[in-house]
Nanobody, 122 residues
Framework: VQLQASGGGLVQAGGSLRLSCAVS????????MGWFRQAPGKEREFVSA????????FYADSVKGRVAISRDNAKNTMYLQMNSLKPEDTAVYYC????????????????WGQGTQVTVSS
């Protein structure tokens, strides 16, 4: 399974970005996909996740109300629309696939993309 994340960039505070994560490779059964982020010197942090089968979304409290996760089954692609960005959102954002385990724990995820940098200037 390969994941390709894209869409990061430099944006001013209050701006928006849309991240994408394309999945390819072998067919998976029931799974979820998630977005995590990691700032320098900090642990990888849960941002959002989605159950692929029914589209149920999950969000970290720190981003709730500012981001929206979605997926396109036909394109095998997951999206993260981020609005009202803050400087504290600056991090490398990773997408990942989880087959089982605790949804908000990065250690439960089995496959990872390469990450895309998001930088929010004040």
């Amino acid at each position: 399974v390969q994941l390709q994340a894209s869409g990061g960039g430099l944006v001013q505070a209050g701006g928006s970005l849309r991240l994408s994560c394309a999945v390819s490779g072998r067919t998976l059964g029931r799974y979820s996909m998630g977005w995590f982020r990691q700032a320098p010197g900090k642990e990888r942090e849960f941002v959002s996740a989605i159950n692929w089968s029914d589209g149920s979304p999950f969000y970290a409290d720190s981003v709730k109300g500012r981001v929206a996760i979605s997926r396109d089954n036909a394109k095998n692609t997951m999206y993260l629309q981020m609005n009202s960005l803050k400087p504290e959102d600056t991090a490398v954002y990773y997408c990942a696939v989880r087959l089982s385990g605790f949804l908000r724990d990065y250690r439960s995820y089995d496959y990872w993309g390469q990450g895309t940098q998001v930088t929010v200037s004040s």
